[in-house]
C-alpha cells in the first residue's frame, strides 16, 4: 500500500510552532494550491511537521513563501461538543524544501541565466560535437 502525498504552494499563513507536553516540536501550516484544470478554485492543504521539520518550517518559512511538502495523508476524527463526529485530514510532512530561490523570493525578475558569475562563458559548440547527440 502507499501513502504518499506531493505538494507546491504558498502558505496561507505563518507556521505556528508548538510542543508538546513533553517537548516535542510540532508546527502547523497551511499550503495553498492553485487548480490548474481551467477552474478558479484554490486547495487549502493542512500540513504538520514534527521534530526538527517542525522547527525548520518555522525557522525558515512565512507567509507567501512558496514550499514543497513530501509526506502522507493522515485522517482523524473526534467528538465535538454538539456531540457530532468530527473529522479532519492532514498531510504528515517528512521532507519540506523551498519552492523558489531566495533570489526570486525577493522579488527578483532575473532570469536563471543572469545569475551565473561573471566569469561564466556559454560553449561554442555544434551540437554535433557533443558525445551524446548521435
Keep these: 500500500m502507499i501513502n504518499k502525498a506531493i505538494l507546491m ?9 508548538r ?17 490548474r ?3 478558479d478554485k484554490t486547495d487549502f492543504i493542512n500540513c504538520v ?9 518555522s525557522k525558515y518559512f512565512s507567509k507567501g513563501k512558496m514550499i514543497i511538502v513530501i509526506g502522507r495523508i493522515s485522517t482523524r476524527s473526534w467528538e465535538g461538543q454538539d456531540g457530532k463526529r468530527c473529522y479532519a485530514t492532514d498531510v504528515i510532512a517528512n521532507e519540506v524544501s523551498f519552492g523558489e530561490s531566495k533570489r526570486a523570493q525577493e522579488g527578483s ?3 536563471n541565466l543572469e ?8 560553449l561554442d ?3 554535433d560535437d557533443l558525445p551524446f547527440n548521435n
Design 9 to 17: 504552494g504558498r502558505l496561507t499563513r505563518d507556521p505556528e510552532l
Design 49 to 57: 511537521a514534527w521534530n526538527k521539520t517542525a522547527e525548520f518550517v
Design 109 to 111: 525578475e532575473q532570469s
Design 19 to 35: 510542543h508538546t507536553g513533553t517537548g516535542k516540536p510540532v508546527c502547523s501550516f497551511t499550503v495553498a494550491i492553485d487548480n
Design 37 to 39: 484544470h481551467g477552474e
Design 115 to 122: 545569475n551565473f558569475s561573471d566569469d561564466f562563458e556559454p
Design 125 to 127: 559548440m555544434d551540437d
